[in-house]
């Protein structure tokens, strides 16, 4: 808390660009001591010396104008062929209880037309199964599955699941796992932790206020998971439970796998700190981010920050033309939880990105709130991805997947052509009808199958579908 006189701390604010928050404390001082001491609480948080540097550097990163060359950027060394020992070996980590899921479920359905976290939302499954339900059942699958191949580990073959949460989502989140208790994995294994927030700014980066006496905060992007494993204790859960491998991926993404054997199979084998999944680009014009290697350390970077000589680059793969940087990301990645520690350490360095919208606040000079009708400011957002630049190239895996088993974004309403809930059930039932048909089961045209986490997690143990007609035997 405020230590001597306010006055002491002027110069504190002034070089922060931030003295009409001094105005602001000096006047409530003398009005209401309770006000003060929470808007010096607010501020004193914000480590204001630190935020103008973070803000003047995604300035001039979003001003420059150069874009990477071929020279500049270099693709990453990505893994296409599975070893078939990686899926067991996956299973042995899973039975010795050392592998834990982390969903980040920060972001609300409201571009989906939904009041719900995204988590919540109702896609269309048999059984009107939700995306948390979903991703719950795929994590008691591969918990069976690891036993079912180490029966001596039975006990402890059990996988914690971390629930990534923000303000906005906490409540309608936790009570919607209370309602469905907690979709059949017992509660203690549910973890769940919010991320934090960085304050809105005006355009010349002037935090603005929620009122009076509050700052204008906004979540911190996926990129806080780090920041907040810490401070709510979910990363000292992690040590304490025997975790040695964390899977991070996005709760929109209707084909992830909050645990796959396979991928744990091959981080174990290869030691790596860091691991993402990725999808083959396949087209120049595609508008997705991409992993690429700068300077020896693996680095994600969107579509608009490369070069068109760059983006348009290509080499000979196994006597097939391809792109150059080819590894487009689909937010799904791995941590050692050594990484992770290290990252809790130093989360206050990740540089912020800026996101122009219409925020509105509480104007000090007017004493009056507005609702702005353009957009007056950003929204702060770390991304998870800026880490990587912490760990050498070599330590660094990427595992190309195809987009058909792993790759089904919700990201919009029914109105948009893509990423919707039309095309996520289609990919899931293209998967389902993909599984089917591998192992002799019968499908007549115009049947829409789902297989249901409860009986297959990647197309195995489906033997005995062979000669059924699946519509009649439906696998959900």
């Known amino acids: 808390m405020l230590e001597g006189a306010l006055e002491?701390?002027?110069?504190?604010?002034?070089?922060?660009?931030?003295?009409?928050?001094?105005?602001?404390?000096?006047?409530?001082?003398?009005i209401s001591f309770e006000k003060f001491q929470t808007l010096w609480s607010e501020v004193e948080s914000l480590h204001l010396d630190e935020l103008l540097t973070k803000f003047e550097n995604a300035i001039e990163h979003s001003q420059k104008r150069s874009k990477l060359t071929p020279s500049d950027v270099s693709p990453v060394p990505i893994?296409?062929?599975?070893?078939?020992?990686?899926?067991?070996?996956?299973?042995?980590?899973?039975?010795?209880?050392?592998?834990?899921?982390?969903?980040?479920?920060?972001?609300?359905?409201?571009?989906?037309?939904?009041?719900?976290?995204?988590?919540?939302?109702?896609?269309g499954l048999p059984g009107n199964k939700t995306l948390f339900e979903l991703q719950a059942l795929k994590i008691q699958r591969a918990e069976y599955l690891a036993q079912e191949a180490y029966p001596m580990h039975k006990q402890s073959a059990k996988v914690v699941w971390y629930v990534m949460v923000s303000d906005a989502t906490k409540d309608i989140t936790l009570s919607f796992f209370k309602k469905n208790n907690y979709f059949g994995i017992q509660k203690e294994r549910i973890f769940f932790f919010e991320q934090g927030k960085l304050p809105c700014?005006?355009?010349?980066?002037?935090?603005?206020?929620?009122?009076?006496?509050?700052?204008?905060?906004?979540?911190n992007g996926n990129g806080g998971v780090y920041e907040a494993l810490q401070r709510t204790g979910a990363l000292e859960?992690?040590?304490?439970?025997?975790?040695?491998?964390?899977?991070?991926?996005?709760?929109?993404?209707?084909?992830?796998?909050?645990?796959?054997p396979i991928f744990i199979g091959m981080v174990r084998e290869k030691g790596y700190q860091v691991a993402m999944k990725v999808v083959e680009k396949k087209v120049a014009e595609e508008r997705v981010g991409l992993v690429v290697s700068q300077n020896a350390h693996p680095s994600v970077v969107e579509y608009s920050e490369i070069s068109e000589e760059a983006s348009r680059a290509t080499e000979s793969v196994d006597g097939k033309t391809c792109l150059r940087l080819r590894a487009a990301n689909i937010a799904y990645h791995y941590f050692?939880?050594?990484?992770?520690?290290?990252?809790?350490?130093?989360?206050?360095?990740?540089?912020?990105?800026?996101?122009?919208?219409?925020?509105?606040?509480?104007?000090?000079?007017?004493?009056?709130f507005f609702k702005p009708s353009s957009p007056n400011g950003y929204k702060l957002e770390m991304f998870i991805f800026d880490s990587f630049e912490q760990i050498p190239i070599e330590k660094f895996g990427c595992l190309q997947v195809s987009r058909d088993t792993s790759f089904s974004p919700l990201k919009n309403s029914q109105?948009?052509?893509?990423d919707n809930r039309s095309t996520c059930l289609?990919?899931?039932?293209?998967?389902?009808?993909?599984?089917?048909?591998?192992?002799?089961?019968?499908?007549?045209?115009?049947?829409?199958?789902?297989?249901?986490?409860?009986?297959?997690?990647?197309?195995?143990?489906?033997?005995y579908i062979r000669g059924k007609r699946i519509a009649e035997n439906p696998l959900y």
């Not at 834990?100 to 976290?117: C, E, F, K």
């Not at 389902?432 to 249901?452: M, S, T, Y």
């Open 237 to 260: 859960h992690m040590k304490q439970s025997g975790i040695v491998h964390v899977t991070a991926y996005s709760v929109d993404n209707v084909l992830a796998l909050p645990v796959d």
């Open 79 to 123: 893994i296409s062929t599975i070893d078939e020992s990686w899926y067991n070996m996956g299973l042995e980590e899973i039975s010795k209880g050392r592998v834990a899921a982390l969903v980040l479920a920060g972001g609300q359905g409201t571009r989906l037309g939904s009041n719900d976290p995204k988590g919540c939302f109702n896609i």
């Open 201 to 219: 700014l005006d355009v010349q980066g002037r935090i603005l206020l929620e009122s009076d006496y509050t700052v204008s905060q906004a979540p």
């Open 336 to 368: 050692s939880l050594d990484f992770l520690e290290h990252m809790s350490h130093n989360a206050r360095y990740l540089p912020v990105h800026l996101a122009l919208k219409k925020i509105p606040y509480y104007d000090i000079t007017q004493h009056q």
């Open 8 to 30: 002491d701390y002027r110069s504190i604010f002034e070089k922060a660009n931030q003295l009409h928050i001094y105005d602001q404390l000096k006047e409530l001082k003398g």
């Open 415 to 418: 109105d948009a052509p893509t």
């Open 426 to 463: 289609r990919d899931l039932f293209d998967l389902g009808r993909k599984w089917i048909l591998q192992n002799g089961g019968i499908l007549e045209q115009g049947d829409c199958p789902f297989v249901a986490p409860s009986f297959s997690l990647q197309g195995e143990s489906l033997e």
